[in-house]
Protein backbone atom coordinates (compact mmCIF):
# COMPACT_ATOMS: atom_id res chain seq x y z
CA UNK A 1 0.00 0.00 0.00
CA UNK A 2 1.46 3.35 -0.62
CA UNK A 3 0.27 6.96 0.80
CA UNK A 4 0.54 10.15 -1.02
CA UNK A 5 2.10 13.09 0.28
CA UNK A 6 1.81 17.24 -0.33
CA UNK A 7 4.79 19.18 -0.07
CA UNK A 8 4.98 22.74 -0.23
CA UNK A 9 8.04 23.93 -1.63
CA UNK A 10 9.40 27.63 -2.63
CA UNK A 11 9.99 28.67 -5.62
CA UNK A 12 13.99 28.28 -5.89
CA UNK A 13 13.22 25.04 -4.31
CA UNK A 14 10.65 23.36 -6.94
CA UNK A 15 13.13 25.57 -9.77
CA UNK A 16 15.88 22.92 -8.19
CA UNK A 17 13.89 19.86 -8.02
CA UNK A 18 13.19 20.37 -11.57
CA UNK A 19 16.53 20.90 -12.86
CA UNK A 20 18.07 17.55 -11.07
CA UNK A 21 14.56 15.65 -11.62
CA UNK A 22 12.03 16.58 -13.74
CA UNK A 23 8.63 15.88 -13.49
CA UNK A 24 7.62 14.64 -17.04
CA UNK A 25 9.80 12.08 -17.03
CA UNK A 26 8.73 10.67 -13.70
CA UNK A 27 11.95 10.77 -11.69
CA UNK A 28 10.87 13.53 -9.38
CA UNK A 29 8.66 11.24 -6.84
CA UNK A 30 11.65 8.55 -6.88
CA UNK A 31 13.83 11.26 -6.54
CA UNK A 32 11.69 12.24 -3.18
CA UNK A 33 11.35 8.78 -2.13
CA UNK A 34 15.19 8.10 -2.26
CA UNK A 35 15.68 11.71 -0.36
CA UNK A 36 13.30 10.94 2.48
CA UNK A 37 14.98 7.24 2.75
CA UNK A 38 18.06 8.90 2.87
CA UNK A 39 17.16 11.55 5.35
CA UNK A 40 15.45 8.89 8.03
CA UNK A 41 18.34 6.82 7.63
CA UNK A 42 20.42 9.79 9.35
CA UNK A 43 18.19 9.92 11.92
CA UNK A 44 17.75 6.36 12.38
CA UNK A 45 21.51 6.17 12.64
CA UNK A 46 22.05 9.45 14.90
CA UNK A 47 19.36 7.82 17.47
CA UNK A 48 21.26 4.50 17.29
CA UNK A 49 24.69 6.58 18.25
CA UNK A 50 22.95 8.40 20.81
CA UNK A 51 21.75 4.74 22.66
CA UNK A 52 25.40 3.26 21.88
CA UNK A 53 26.67 6.60 23.66
CA UNK A 54 24.43 6.43 26.48
CA UNK A 55 24.88 2.54 26.83
CA UNK A 56 27.77 1.70 25.59
CA UNK A 57 29.24 -2.07 24.63
CA UNK A 58 31.44 -3.70 27.06
CA UNK A 59 34.95 -2.85 27.06
CA UNK A 60 35.77 -6.80 25.81
CA UNK A 61 34.67 -8.13 22.83
CA UNK A 62 32.44 -11.09 23.51
CA UNK A 63 34.33 -14.37 22.76
CA UNK A 64 31.67 -16.44 20.20
CA UNK A 65 32.95 -20.46 20.05
CA UNK A 66 32.26 -21.11 16.50
CA UNK A 67 33.17 -24.74 18.19
CA UNK A 68 29.73 -24.37 20.21
CA UNK A 69 27.85 -24.75 16.92
CA UNK A 70 29.30 -27.42 15.21
CA UNK A 71 28.33 -31.02 15.84
CA UNK A 72 30.69 -33.37 17.90
CA UNK A 73 31.76 -35.82 15.09
CA UNK A 74 31.44 -33.38 11.96
CA UNK A 75 33.59 -34.97 9.47
CA UNK A 76 30.99 -37.77 9.55
CA UNK A 77 28.42 -36.29 7.56
CA UNK A 78 25.45 -38.40 6.27
CA UNK A 79 25.79 -39.31 2.73
CA UNK A 80 23.88 -38.15 0.47
CA UNK A 81 21.28 -39.59 -1.26
CA UNK A 82 21.29 -39.85 -5.25
CA UNK A 83 18.21 -38.77 -6.48
CA UNK A 84 16.07 -40.60 -9.14
CA UNK A 85 16.07 -39.54 -12.46
Not at 27 to 49: N, P
Request: hydrophobic share 35%.
Amino acid sequence: MSNQLIVELDDAMARELEAVAPARARKRSEFVRQALRAALDRVAEARMREAYEKRPDDEEPEYIDQGAWETADSSRRAPRRERKR
